[in-house]
Nanobody, 125 residues
């Protein structure tokens, strides 16, 4: 199994920045194909935010965060990061880290095999 633990959430004013971190541990981390970040606001479905391929480091973003968020990874430490700049109140959500073991898709919840517990991000206006 794989365990994912997120950190770095918090309360920030609009226009501010936060950096989320996620560390993967467990026996199956060697079969990591990619990692992603999703978010879920109150009363809404969980949505894709960003993803990165594990071997090549190719990145994918949802349109609403392009130019503001950057996903990166530390291959040796099995960690993924989400640098969030120019935050807006509509970015407020619980942010989840996810890991996928195989497949070519990166934007759908069903592409991922393991999930973290989430970290709260609140952006005040």
């Amino acid at each position: 199994q794989v365990q994912l633990v997120e950190s770095g959430g918090g309360l920030v004013q609009a226009g501010g920045s936060l950096r989320l971190s996620c560390v993967a541990s467990g026996r199956r981390t060697s079969s990591n194909n990619g990692m992603g970040w999703f978010r879920q606001a109150p009363g809404k479905e969980r949505e894709f935010v960003a993803a990165i391929t594990w071997s090549g480091g190719n990145t994918f973003y949802t349109d609403s965060v392009k130019g503001r968020f950057t996903i990166s990874r530390d291959y040796a430490k099995n960690m993924v990061f989400l640098q969030m700049n120019s935050l807006k109140p509509e970015d407020t959500a619980v942010y989840y880290c996810a890991l996928k073991r195989y497949g070519t898709g990166y934007r759908d919840l069903l592409d991922y095999n393991y999930w973290g517990q989430g970290t709260q991000v609140t952006v005040s206006s």
